[in-house]
């Protein structure tokens, strides 16, 4: 069974960056195609971005476009997501999942999450 531990979620400021990373307990992460989801206060899981097993491909929300960027380093067993001009809604637990799909936006087609780490934005 893959663990996941997510980090780099704190408070930052509206237009602010930040960097959160997902490391995979074994090495066979770099076969598994993987996903960021959020889950906001009083709201439901969403997705957010994905890509595949070799970073070639990638997947947003149309809601993060242009702002949000996923990569993977598989020597590092390590998935990325770089978030740039961040917005108040962007405030959630951020999660990363192993995939069974590539692609998929869909919470059921993920078998391996994490604990998330918390992003709040302040306006």
């Known amino acids: 069974q893959v663990q996941l531990v997510e980090s780099g979620g704190r408070l930052v400021q509206s237009g602010g960056s930040l960097r959160l990373s997902c490391e995979a307990s074994?090495?066979?992460?770099?076969?598994?195609?993987m996903g960021w989801f959020r889950r906001a206060p009083g709201k439901g899981r969403e997705f957010v971005a994905a890509i595949n097993w070799s970073g070639e491909s990638t997947y947003y929300r149309d809601s993060v476009k242009g702002r949000f960027t996923i990569s993977r380093d598989n020597a590092k067993n390590t998935l990325y997501l770089q978030m740039n001009s961040l917005l108040p809604e962007d405030t959630a637990v951020y999660y990363c999942a192993v995939g069974r799909t590539e692609g998929s936006t869909w919470s059921g087609a993920y078998d391996y999450w994490g604990q998330g780490t918390q992003v709040t934005v302040s306006s």
């Open positions: 074994e090495g066979s992460f770099r076969y598994y195609a």
